[in-house]
């Protein structure tokens, strides 16, 4: 299985709106993302929805730089500001 299925396969959430939120940008925007960037989403997954919600939605910030860069990359594809 490659890393993109495996990362469509995490994308499966609890919430309806981040199933789609991330499936869409990983069909649009995986392929260009960089090495640095595909850890940090692959990390991104691993937290918690309604953290992952409050960042993506510009109520809170995570701590982490990995995280805080792709956060900004997902938002960015949104253009959510």
Do not use: T
């Amino acid at each position: 299985m490659s890393e993109r299925s495996k990362l469509l396969w995490h994308c499966r959430r609890g919430i309806r709106e981040m199933d789609i939120l991330f499936r869409e940008f990983i069909d649009q925007h995986y392929d260009e993302l960089s090495e640095e960037e595909k850890q940090g989403l692959s990390k991104l997954l691993d937290e918690a929805d309604l953290d992952i919600l409050d960042w993506i939605m510009g109520r809170s910030k995570p701590e982490d730089n990995a995280l805080i860069n792709i956060v900004a990359r997902i938002r960015e594809s949104r253009n959510i500001n």
